[in-house]
């Protein structure tokens, strides 16, 4: 464990799903929060809409769990992987990277999806999964516009989650991003929506047509 660091980081070589590892541990109690595992291979990890995320060596693939009451008091569980993903990218861009967040939990380099976010509840636990390319992409994907080492990163980034910042400061933040979402699409119920006719809440969720829709991720 590192100096400082209150969360221990479990580094295996192949596994299934750094989260379905992590769910699995916490539900058996083999592992309690706060713990995060990360591999160098996944065979079968968790995409969007539950697709599969394609896993290549030398990307980042991992999950960690943290209890609930731990998290900001003004944080709203459907909207943690706005949180959980905004924090990331403002760690990156310590290093000089140009990641920005497509709502809810999608990583991307200017129009290419370079990552993404999955958050579930466990127990009494907040299980949260990340990928990101730092090395090689599927097509039409892209990677990490820095080179930095998985072990600092992850050291900095939960140094940063230690902090608890509140979620109206990082909601503050996105909301003036928000905007790089016009041209894109997310889906609800399957079906394609455009993000140019949204309205962001304070909560995270968007507008549609009069309806709120929350990130189900």
């Given at each position: ?27 058996q109690k ?6 995060a ?9 968790i995409?969007s809409?539950n ?12 999950s ?19 949180y ?23 990583f ?5 999806k ?22 090689k992409?599927p ?11 998985k072990?600092k ?5 939960f ?14 933040k996105?909301?003036l991003?928000f ?7 997310t ?7 455009s ?23």
């Open positions: 464990m590192e100096k400082g660091l209150a969360l221990q980081i479990i580094y295996l070589d192949t596994i299934n799903s750094t989260q379905k590892y992590l769910k699995n541990k916490i539900l083999e592992l309690k929060s706060p713990i595992v990360c591999a160098e291979i996944q065979t079968d990890g995409g809409r697709n599969q995320w394609i896993s290549q060596k030398g990307n980042l693939f991992f960690f769990s943290i209890s609930r009451y731990a998290l900001p008091s003004d944080l709203q569980l459907e909207s943690a992987s706005i959980f993903s905004y924090l990331l990218k403002e760690t990156l861009a310590l290093y000089g990277s140009k990641v920005w967040i497509k709502w809810p939990n999608d991307y380099i200017s129009d290419k370079i990552g993404g976010t999955i958050t579930t509840i466990v127990d009494e636990n907040l299980i949260c999964g990340i990928g990101l390319n730092l090395k992409s097509e039409n994907h892209s990677t990490l516009d820095i080179i930095i080492e072990e990163l992850l050291e900095d980034y140094e940063n989650i230690e902090k608890k910042v509140l979620w109206k400061q990082v909601f503050s996105y909301k991003e905007y790089r979402n016009r041209d894109f699409f889906h609800v119920n399957r079906e394609k929506i993000l140019s006719e949204v309205t962001l809440n304070s909560d995270g969720s968007l507008d549609i047509n009069g309806e709120r829709i929350y990130s189900l991720r």
